[in-house]
């Protein structure tokens, strides 16, 4: 019933616009086509107008009223060292479009307005003009060169590797985080610094990277369930995936790289502001107490009325993934905690090597009751089990 | 329909006493040749424009949808479930919620829907074929059998893909542009098993129509111009098309090699695109393949692709902004050297889809220049067009608004583009929503732009009536004001990081901040939707009962299509084919206000196409 009152409806509605376009046509035909044009023109002319004008008002209110809430604006300047360089050229780049916008729309419109079918007038045979035609190609040939040059020089910054010759956990920390659907699995490399081998097919419930546990370097290796990182210190993130494509994407540190099976990618950065210290940005007041940033002053949680956190005190730095991976890509979050030196000292205390708390001892059973669901048993785990038995 | 027009308009049927033998031939004797198997080209024409028009029903329609799922997270689905079946389930409190699934089935038909059967199909295949031949001179296509079966491959393709809508495990719910592993492994999601077949056919069905419509075009262009119709005589409108043909000749087979090898991956166990998964609890023989590979071979195709959408909506502004404004357009080689180096640099960018896709960084460098240097072309066409307006004497009717409309588009989605092109900027803006509103703009909202102007202004060439004005007015201005409140505001969503393909915001503190303007988009798109029902009503009515074209030349335009009788049989001209004497941009020349490309030269007098 209710979709057929809709059906009739929409049945009418077109036959009421199919009679208003009519009742237009007929007056047009009492008053003469040629009268009826000129007058459609300026008018639609003075639309133009009207629209550009309300546009440009409706671009630069809305972004300032989203201002404080955009990456890069307001307080959310880049948590990481390279994130400034890359706000820095899209500042650029935004002013340089801007203005190229706001002109061209200002001339689109206002010619179409100034130049309006009139009676008695005419159009003017202009069919080229070569130097104006090679200004408005050399300026903006001489525009993107400029921004060209800019922005390879922040992307081949960004994208160094850490330099040959660089010490684990003294120079630069190496993390794996490692994609899956859905959510993603962290390793520290532990005391040695160095993340251990790990092959696909060893992958199980209860060895979630596939490591090899003969390689010594696993050894220490632990799996936290956050990012935790010390500010200042420069990151290599070991971004992998066992399954399908995935991207490693933390927006305020300005990070993202996709995940890919089969080929390691990684991100190098350093994290500049603690979590902490970007809670207090957000949260700054004026003298007078007023905030400055009041949309970072809402509950946190409008639904629950007994939580008195504001969105400030209540914000954490957070991992999505930024590469469409299945039906629950968008549910990917991990907490990312950006912390001083000493209490990432701290925190590594806590953390247990996944080795020893886990596996050590259990090898054998461990292997084989992951592998009861699988129908073959291949050479390479028979091998690994003496080698595991002599380290031992 | 052509029944009705032969009646009212016999006095527009001019040559009635010479009947050649090309009209009304042999072949468009019975019901099914003349209407069905047609081989006549404005026959086709319109046989892809309405296939377009059902399938943009259907793809819009999806939007509205998923827009209800991101705009209205907490309000009950439960009305849907009629049309949605069990892909709406409903609580037990009677909560209807949109699965998971199918949310991402419905952006990813949404996408293939609309980029390759609307906007390649519906745009390129209307308009290549109702003007090649008309504004050419020709009879007919090179091969008109072909350019039959290039329609009906089209149709088989979207006969596929609509059946796919209706498998028990939903229709292919990777994104539009089907990475594997996501796509290549058949248990990664439900969507990717019958479904990704299904799909994979389809759009092997739709490189065979592109690749036998653009020979087509490519061959008709070159060897079937009317005498003296020299390539720079050409309206823009006929080398944008056979631009846009050349592009797809060269980019699709690609596309079919990269399918090719999805389907030796999918069912034959090879390692193209695979190596050390584990999924499902077991690890996959699979490797040595990359998935890196895929996105190569697919962005080859994937790039040029927004061109080969985009290049005919230049050639159909160009030309209707030139007839409107009484002037020439501004620059003529100038608009046809930047579609050339356009079409070029199409060709060498594709990598900057993939910046942070794993690639080495070095490479981008390269792909950085090259897409950067695409904003030279396209800031003169832009100019150029501006300056077309400039000294006009401009008739504002609902072809030239729309034309005006897609500046307007074409401006603000190509500048945003040049963050996008910019490696460094690209860090942050991948995957954000500030891609989605960027290609919505500007080869979204702008193609359908130049499609619209396109349909009202020759839309009398191909029913012999017109559209209702009012309503095609009413149609620009709320379009253009509803497509910028849908997509104007996704910047902020991007500048914000809000990454796309997100069936909800919930998990994530950063992204769930903008409930207020998700709902104000999606509230906005349905009534753009409502808009182009609005469209859809005037094109349907105005077929039976539009205004009657008296004239055989209404908006008094240079180019050949208008030299032939409004109900042309197959054949085109009744008499002799008109011969051509001068460029098609004659417009106030001299002081007279149009001289079609018929007339000729006057003695000393120069012609601008060939100087």
Request: glycine share 8%.
């Amino acid at each position: 019933m209710g979709s057929l009152v809709i059906i009739l409806s929409l049945i009418l509605l077109g036959i009421v616009l199919v009679q208003i376009g009519k009742v237009n046509e007929l007056s047009s035909a009492i008053r003469g086509e040629e009268e009826t044009e000129y007058r459609g023109n300026t008018s639609h002319a003075l639309y133009g107008l009207l629209f550009v004008a309300g546009f440009m008002v409706f671009v630069f209110a809305s972004f300032f009223y989203y201002k404080n809430s955009m990456l890069g604006y307001g307080p959310l300047q880049a948590a990481s060292a390279h994130g400034g360089d890359i706000d820095w050229i899209f500042d650029v780049t935004m002013y340089i479009t801007l203005i190229v916008f706001v002109i061209t729309h200002l001339a689109l419109f206002w010619f179409a307005y100034k130049y309006r079918g009139r009676k008695g007038h005419k159009a003017q045979f202009i069919p080229h003009d070569n130097r104006l035609e090679i200004i408005w190609m050399v300026i903006p040939s001489i525009v993107m060169a400029f921004l060209v040059v800019g922005g390879l020089i922040v992307w081949n910054k960004v994208m160094a590797d850490i330099p040959v010759g660089a010490v684990p956990n003294k120079d630069f920390i190496e993390i794996e985080a490692n994609g899956q659907q859905f959510g993603w699995n962290l390793r520290y490399p532990g005391n040695d610094g160095l993340l251990g081998g790990n092959y696909f097919k060893e992958i199980s419930a209860s060895n979630p990277f596939g490591q090899l546990w003969d390689d010594k370097k696993n050894h220490d290796d632990f799996h936290p369930s956050k990012i935790v990182l010390p500010v200042g210190m420069k990151v290599r993130v070991r971004i992998t995936s066992r399954d399908v494509l995935h991207n490693f994407y933390l927006p305020f540190q300005r990070v993202k790289m996709d995940a890919v099976p089969g080929m390691p990618t990684h991100f190098v950065f350093t994290p500049t502001i603690t979590t902490v210290d970007f809670r207090k940005r957000l949260g700054e007041v004026d003298k007078k107490g007023n905030p400055l940033y009041p949309e970072w002053h809402t509950p946190a949680d409008p639904s629950d009325p007994e939580n008195k956190l504001k969105r400030y005190e209540a914000f954490n730095y957070e991992l999505a993934c930024a590469e469409l991976c299945g039906n629950g890509h968008f549910s990917m979050q991990k907490i990312v905690e950006i912390v001083t030196p000493e209490e990432y000292q701290t925190w590594l205390g806590t953390q247990n090597s996944f080795y020893e708390a886990n596996v050590k001892g259990k090898e054998k059973t461990l292997q084989l009751g992951d592998r009861e669901t699988k129908n073959t048993k291949d050479l390479t785990i028979t091998i690994r089990e003496t080698n595991i038995s002599e380290i031992n | 329909m052509a029944n009705i027009d032969i009646v009212t308009q016999e006095d527009l049927h001019h040559g009635h006493d010479d009947h050649d033998d090309h009209h009304g031939d042999k072949y468009q004797s019975g019901f099914f040749s003349r209407y069905v198997f047609s081989m006549d080209h404005k026959t086709i024409a319109k046989q892809f424009l309405i296939t377009g028009i059902i399938w943009a029903l259907i793809g819009a329609a999806m939007s509205l949808v998923f827009r209800l799922q991101l705009g209205f997270p907490e309000e009950s689905m439960a009305w849907l479930k009629p049309i949605l079946g069990k892909w709406i389930v409903v609580d037990a409190e009677g909560i209807g919620t949109l699965d998971q699934d199918f949310y991402y089935a419905l952006v990813t038909m949404h996408g293939t829907i609309l980029v390759f059967f609307v906007l390649t199909a519906g745009l390129s295949g209307t308009f290549s074929n109702l003007l090649i031949p008309l504004q050419i001179g020709a009879r007919d296509m090179a091969s008109p059998m072909l350019n039959m079966f290039s329609y009906w491959f089209f149709f088989l393709a979207g006969v596929v893909m609509f059946a796919s809508l209706f498998l028990s495990t939903g229709p292919f719910a990777g994104g539009w542009t089907a990475y594997p592993p996501l796509s290549a492994v058949q248990t990664a999601m439900s969507g990717s098993g019958a479904g990704m077949t299904l799909w994979t056919v389809s759009l092997v069905l739709f490189v065979v129509s592109v690749l036998l419509g653009g020979m087509n075009y490519i061959t008709t262009v070159i060897n079937m111009r009317t005498k003296g119709m020299t390539m720079w005589r050409l309206p823009l409108t006929v080398w944008a098309f056979m631009v846009t043909a050349i592009l797809g000749l060269l980019s699709f087979p690609v596309l079919a090699s990269a399918f090719f090898l999805m389907i030796f991956d999918r069912s034959f166990g090879t390692s193209f695109y695979l190596s050390e998964i584990y999924i499902n609890n077991a690890p996959l023989e699979n490797v040595g393949g990359s998935p890196i590979l895929y996105q190569h071979l697919f962005w080859f195709l994937g790039h040029p692709e927004v061109y080969i959408i985009i290049v005919p909506a230049f050639g159909i502004v160009s030309e209707v902004l030139s007839v409107h404004s009484r002037k020439p357009i501004f620059g003529y080689k100038a608009m046809v050297l930047s579609i050339l180096a356009i079409a070029f640099l199409a060709f060498i960018v594709w990598a900057h889809h993939m910046f942070m896709s794993g690639i080495n960084p070095f490479i981008a460098n390269i792909f950085v220049v090259f897409t950067l240097i695409i904003a030279v072309p396209s800031a003169v066409k832009v100019f150029n067009w501006i300056a077309t307006l400039y000294g006009g004497n401009i008739r504002f009717n609902s072809a030239s608004l729309f034309s005006i409309g897609f500046v307007s588009m074409f401006i603000s989605g190509g500048l945003t583009g040049i963050f996008l092109g910019n490696s460094a900027i690209d860090i942050q803006l991948h995957d954000t929503y500030f891609v989605v509103a960027h290609f919505h703009i500007v080869m979204g909202v702008a193609a359908f732009f130049g499609m619209f102007a396109g349909i009202y202004h020759w839309f009398p060439r191909m029913y012999g009536r017109f559209m209702n004005e009012t309503l095609g007015r009413l149609h620009f201005w709320g379009t253009l004001v509803g497509a910028y409140a849908i997509f104007w505001p996704m910047h902020y969503l991007g500048m914000a990081g809000v990454p796309r393909r997100y069936y909800s915001f919930a998990s994530f503190d950063a992204f769930n901040q903008f409930a207020g303007m998700n709902q104000f988009i999606t509230i906005a798109a349905f009534v753009v939707f409502g808009l182009q029902v609005v469209f859809v009503i005037n094109f349907f009515y105005s077929i039976f009962k539009g205004k009657v074209q008296k004239e055989m030349n209404p908006w008094g335009a240079n180019t050949l299509e208008w030299t032939a009788p409004v109900n042309a049989g197959h054949g085109n001209w009744s008499g002799a084919i008109p011969h051509v004497h001068r460029w098609s941009y004659d417009y106030a020349k001299d002081g007279i206000e149009f001289i079609p490309q018929t007339v000729p030269l006057k003695e000393g007098e120069k012609d601008m196409g060939e100087h």
